[in-house]
């Protein structure tokens, strides 16, 4: 199996920063991509940001909209970790933010989609 292990949630005023990272681990053979979502009550869960995991490549992150400019994916490939740098943030980032990482698993088999048990983020003076 694998496992996602998150941390760096927590509650942060308006214009401030939090780190989210992301552990990968278990039995895989190659990990494609790594990203967050987040989700609200009422409302489906969201990308926000994910990168290749892919050491040929520069590993350019791709973003949602609403948060282009603020925040910043990243990545370990030696310890199949990904991080999320939250700046400048606002009261409506507030959400339970999931790592996702999309794996070829041991025994090989077609690529799947693993979550974390989700961290809580709340952006409130």
């Known amino acids: 199996q694998v496992q996602l292990v998150e941390s760096g949630g927590g509650l942060v005023q308006p214009g401030g920063s939090l780190r989210l990272s992301c552990a990968a681990s278990?039995?895989?053979?190659?990990?494609?991509?790594m990203g967050w979502y987040r989700q609200v009550p009422g409302k489906e869960r969201e990308l926000v940001a994910d990168i290749t995991i892919d050491i040929t490549t520069s590993g350019s992150g791709n973003y949602a909209d609403s948060v282009k400019g603020r925040f910043t994916i990243s990545r370990d490939n030696i310890q199949n970790t990904v991080y999320l740098q939250m700046n400048s943030l606002r009261p409506e980032d507030t959400a339970v933010y999931y790592c996702?990482?999309?794996?070829?698993?041991?025994?090989?088999?077609?690529?799947?989609?693993?979550w974390g048990q989700g961290t809580q983020v709340t952006v409130s003076s």
């Open positions: 996702n990482a999309l794996v070829m698993p041991l025994p090989i088999s077609g690529l799947t989609n693993y």
């Open positions: 278990g039995s895989l053979f190659r990990i494609n991509r």
